[in-house]
């Protein structure tokens, strides 16, 4: 397992945008996945966007695409999690995660994880 941190988070109105930064951002394993996932109080834990170590094979949720973007600067082990267009169902706790990877393998829902790395989370609320 890793450290992960998160930040960047904070209080915006709808429309508005913000970038989540999660520092720690590596893996004890050659191959990996690093994602941004979010939760609610009393809810589920959602995927919001995934990629592999390599910066590449990019995974958005539907409720988030063409309006966030991951991307990884593995040089710092910095993964970011660009925002725009927020809305005020967006309103989460965001949590950074890592998680081995099979070689060959990619960071999309079910063939991916288990991520057992998380950070403690950067809240991020949205008025309308």
């Known amino acids: 397992q890793v450290q992960l941190e998160e930040s960047g988070g904070g209080s915006v109105q709808a429309g508005g945008s913000l970038r989540l930064r999660c520092a720690g951002a590596?893996?004890?394993?050659?191959?990996?996945?690093l994602g941004w996932f979010r939760q609610v109080p009393g809810g589920d834990r959602e995927r919001v966007a995934t990629?592999?170590?390599?910066?590449?094979?990019?995974y958005y949720a539907d409720s988030v695409k063409d309006r966030f973007t991951i991307s990884l600067d593995s040089t710092n082990n910095t993964l970011y999690l660009e925002m725009n267009g927020l809305k005020p169902e967006d309103t989460a706790l965001y949590l950074c995660?890592?998680?081995?990877?099979?070689?060959?393998?990619?960071?999309?829902?079910?063939?991916?994880?288990?991520?057992?790395?998380w950070g403690r989370g950067t809240q991020v609320s949205v008025s309308s």
């Open positions: 990629l592999m170590q390599t910066g590449l094979g990019k």
């Open positions: 590596t893996y004890t394993t050659p191959w990996f996945c």
């Open positions: 995660a890592a998680g081995p990877r099979q070689f060959g393998g990619d960071c999309y829902p079910g063939s991916d994880g288990p991520y057992d790395s």
